[in-house]
């Protein structure tokens, strides 16, 4: 079937037209005589592409894409290849009002505790275990070094006071295994629980299990990030609880993802507000910091609570999707929860990744400073931080204000003392001399 179509600027789109949007382009098409496909409505002729770099095209480098959105390719079904998928490209009947496009959201009010919990964050840090990470041989799943580089994880998590457990899992005729830390919160029950997800394995596609694959972006950036996340995190109470996980696993198709979810008791599905994956969040493939939010319907208000955390306290530019695929956050959808994924923008253009070349050479420390503060800023909302108790405190008492108790005592050498209380501490007694 020819199918007649018109690329053009998303912003000259005509309004109500047949259309699917892939950031600053939109395809449009004639369907005049010929009939969107049955109750799906797809539309005839055109296939949409979802891949992991540029897998798709290195494995096709005959198709010429029809609309080329990185990570999102339009081509005609007369390019269909023979397998509609595998782990690191998928191909879907393109559907009307498919959007994959920036999203604007107006900043929010500023919040002091969410301000305070950005200034803990810690490019240092977060670049001595990403570092630490790739210097690692591999860390494809079923190596030695994956193994160290769960012991690393797990010490890490264990020295910020989370609880670990270390889950075994099968890859193919493998074994390897996820790590998962948790922290109780605070709040009376029954509480909710935010996860905190990335890949820790590494691969290098041509080299094969053997081959050097240092996964500094794909993924130590992610798995650093998650360190990083619970480390500030942990310096504050929450009222809901906090579970770290690193899965492996992923790069041979979500092993580790998929059986952690399978396993996954009914109550503790129940129990989640929002599941966050950080996979590649440290190349900058664009000229303006881009970052990429992709989920589903069921994770709508994770999207719209990320964006507006990165208008508020980040210069990022971001574009969302409702197309998820090929990371960990996917068997979490599928299983009606509500995931997010968190990924660099234009991430095809990352030609490193899956290589020996991805290393710490072509990373950009500041757009994964600016990923983790927008993380955190919605990490923050969703977990509520602890309410601070007001002590009970015994003699003459002046309140001021709701956050603010002044306590006034005779001593034994008979001078008044005073006492403050900001709504967080309380500070030293002063004396005010002698009271005639």
Not at 115 to 139: E, F, I, K, V
Request: hydrophobic fraction near 45%.
């Amino acid at each position: 079937m020819t199918v007649r179509y018109l690329v053009v600027p998303t912003a000259d789109a005509a309004s109500g037209a047949d259309a699917a949007t892939f950031g600053d382009k939109t395809i449009l098409w004639v369907p005049a005589e010929e009939r969107l496909g049955r109750a799906s409505r797809t539309v005839p002729g055109l296939l949409v592409v979802t891949q992991v770099g540029r897998t798709f095209q290195d494995e096709y480098p005959d198709v010429t894409p029809l609309l080329d959105h990185g990570r999102h390719l339009v081509i005609s079904a007369a390019d269909k290849p023979r397998k509609r998928s595998n782990h690191c490209w998928r191909t879907d009947p393109l559907r009307p009002g498919t959007f994959v496009g920036i999203a604007s959201a107006a900043a929010a009010r500023v919040d002091p505790t969410v301000t305070n919990l950005l200034g803990r964050l810690s490019p240092t840090s977060y670049q001595a275990d990403l570092t630490w990470l790739a210097s690692l041989p591999t860390r494809h799943s079923l190596s030695a070094s994956f193994t160290t580089a769960v012991d690393f994880a797990a010490a890490r998590m264990i020295a910020l006071g989370y609880n670990i457990t270390r889950m075994p899992i099968t890859v193919g005729a493998g074994h390897s295994e996820n790590l998962i830390g948790d922290r109780l919160g605070t709040g009376p029950g029954p509480r909710g629980l935010v996860v905190i997800t990335a890949h820790l394995d590494s691969i290098n596609l041509a080299g094969g299990p053997t081959g050097n694959a240092p996964g500094a972006d794909d993924n130590g950036s992610g798995s650093a990030g998650v360190l990083e996340l619970g480390r500030i995190l942990a310096g504050q109470g929450w009222q809901h609880d906090i579970r770290l996980i690193l899965f492996g696993g992923e790069e041979e198709g979500l092993f580790g993802s998929k059986q952690y979810v399978a396993a996954l008791p009914a109550a503790e599905r129940a129990r989640i507000r929002a599941v966050l994956n950080m996979d590649m969040i440290a190349s900058k493939n664009s000229a303006v910091p881009t970052v990429l939010l992709e989920g589903a319907a069921v994770s709508s208000g994770q999207i719209a609570a990320l964006t507006t955390a990165a208008a508020t306290y980040t210069g990022l530019k971001v574009e969302t999707s409702l197309n998820p695929f090929a990371s960990d956050h996917v068997p979490f959808i599928n299983a009606a929860m509500p995931a997010v994924l968190t990924i660099e923008g234009a991430d095809s253009a990352n030609g490193h990744i899956h290589s020996a070349n991805d290393t710490l050479n072509f990373l950009d420390w500041s757009l994964a400073s600016e990923i983790l503060r927008m993380n955190a800023a919605a990490l923050a909302g969703w977990l509520v931080p602890a309410v601070a108790r007001r002590p009970v405190v015994a003699g003459p008492v002046v309140a001021w204000g709701p956050d603010r108790l002044d306590v006034f005592v005779t001593g034994p050498d008979s001078a008044l003392h005073h006492k403050s209380w900001n709504g967080n501490t309380w500070s030293d007694y002063e004396s005010l001399g002698r009271v005639w």
